[in-house]
């Protein structure tokens, strides 16, 4: 079982916009703005798309946007497109290491 | 470009160990701390350990005293020593590079270790 939660699979159609939840504690998501969201294609390297919580690195797309409330954080994606099929994991600074959700499955329908 | 390239993954049977290597290139990688990662079957992604660019190192609770990370920056490679491998080590196992925040900048593609008789 992950420590952070986050749901097994959301849906959408091209155009739409998706948001992926990561609910954690106050140990993890709540207590340090340090969460961080990565995209995995099947059998590929996971690629950075928010950092410390709401920021993008150079080259990810502003469809991509992240905020936090409490112990949950939230990834949103706007204007769906066919590319971004893909498994989402959230990830969380601890004071010791660092934990993650159980990854989300995105389906462009 | 940044590649990190991970390789040593095998079949290998209970109480066994593996060598796992990670060779990076396009970035700094003495000035960055790397880490791996492990991903079980249908499961999320696991922290497993951490080679600091100073030299300390940490693990996750589940590894310890098992697994040993270490680094050669004159190669630009870090390695993970698997030993007393338990059928709940089975899993793809990534590496990927923290340059300065606490979020992980890049990333392999993984390899795949399998631990059963």
């Known amino acids: 079982q992950s420590a952070l939660t986050q749901p097994a699979s959301v849906s959408g159609s091209p155009g739409q916009s998706i948001t992926i939840s990561c609910t954690g504690t106050s140990s993890d998501v709540g207590g340090y703005n340090y969460v961080s969201w990565y995209q995995q294609h099947p059998g590929k390297a996971p690629k950075l798309l928010i950092y410390?919580?709401?920021n993008r690195p150079s080259g990810v797309s502003n469809r991509f946007s992240g905020s936090k409330s409490g112990n949950t954080a939230s990834l949103t994606i706007s204007g769906l497109q066919a590319e971004d099929e893909a498994d989402y994991h959230c990830c969380s600074y601890t004071s010791t290491s660092w934990v993650f959700g159980g990854g989300t499955k995105l389906t462009v329908l | 470009e940044v590649q990190l390239l991970e390789s040593g993954g095998d079949l290998v049977q209970p109480g066994g160990s593996l060598r796992l290597s990670c060779a990076a290139s396009?970035?700094?990688?003495?000035?960055?701390?790397m880490t791996w990662f492990r991903q079980a079957p249908g499961k999320g992604l696991e922290w497993v350990s951490t080679s600091g660019s100073g030299g300390s190192t940490y693990y996750a609770d589940s590894v310890k005293g098992r697994f040993t990370i270490s680094r050669d920056n004159s190669k630009n490679t870090v390695y993970l020593q698997m030993n007393s491998l338990r059928a709940e080590d089975t899993a793809v196992y990534h590496c990927?590079?923290?340059?300065?925040?606490?979020?992980?900048?890049?990333w392999g593609q993984g390899t795949l270790v399998t631990v059963s008789s």
């Open positions: 396009g970035f700094s990688f003495s000035s960055s701390a």
């Open positions: 990927a590079a923290r340059k300065e925040g606490k979020y992980f900048d890049y």
């Open positions: 410390d919580v709401s």
